[in-house]
């Protein structure tokens, strides 16, 4: 089986366990077809087999975005009315609704950037906009976290170890082996899902052998903003090189020259604040993080979507 990277984002067990199943029965609700299979590292790093991500794209981006975005912010009301009810909190609710939310994400971000492009209205465009940006649309689920915590007097580092049918126990008042848990702090780790099964190991997997990087010097991305003429500058110093952008960086993103990412297209965070704070900044360029280290002097030239290393 040949496998490929669908893509990657720093998250706890328990995240990408709710992930997984977001892309399993999440999307073959929502669309009829979903993973059977997918491997999830402790990186944050997500595989799944390439005929299968081969179909699932075409499905999924046939759907009209603003549909789940809507659906996002009617989960979070949800959410929110759930956990209004302090006595009698219905957590495995709110962890059902998390899961829809993860399915309707995956949707809207494969979806929006060709709907953006080609069909959105200027209203629908500075909906997508703000969706992508708006880090309130998910805080109702990190409060639900810590009400659990509090609740059953367990740290929130713990809880994040678990997979859902651990916290599945801890929620129905079942004894669970903590001391268990507690050993997979700061180790490697990855979820296998094979149809309905999620396995955890405690292993780093990476199903697909690592490009051969050491003597690239020159990586491509998309423009998300430019300038005339090319920047020159040191890694880590006036140029920031990341995985991706949150809105929590915008403050350190502002005072570089230029900025680099693996992930994104032109609706990511990156590309989005780069517009709005003319910051420039090249997005997707799958590699960067791999090939630029820091205190590496580059050359980037926002107008062909080019970095070099000097």
Known sequence: MKWVLLGQRQASILE??????SWSKGL?????????????????????????????YSLVIRQNPIKFI??????????????????????LKIFDLWIKDYTYFYIAKVSSEKYYQDKATTKEKLKIEKWRNDEALYSVEWLAMRRLSKQFKIPVKIIESCTLNEVNIIINGRPLDLQTVKTRLNKLWSLIQTGSNIELVLEDLNPTKE????NI???????????????????GKDILVEI????SMVPQMRKMKAVITNEGGVLCHAAI???????????GTKIATHI??????IEVDTKKGIVKIL
Not at 211 to 214: M, P
């Open 16 to 21: 990408s366990y709710l992930s997984i199943l």
């Open 292 to 297: 630029l280290k820091k205190g590496d002097k």
């Open 70 to 91: 809507d659906k996002l912010y009617l989960n979070s009301k949800k959410i929110a009315k759930l956990l209004d009810q302090k006595n009698n909190t219905d957590y």
């Open 28 to 56: 073959e609700k929502e669309i009829g077809m979903g993973y059977n299979q997918s491997i999830v590292n402790f990186q944050g790093k997500s595989f799944v087999p390439i005929e299968e991500k081969s179909m699932i």
């Open 211 to 214: 490009q051969f990087l050491k």
């Open 217 to 235: 010097k020159t990586i491509n991305g998309k423009v998300a903003y430019g300038i005339k003429g090319k920047i020159q500058g040191v890694v």
């Open 244 to 247: 991706m952008t949150t809105p």
């Open 273 to 283: 604040a780069a517009r709005e704070f003319k910051i420039p900044t090249i997005v």
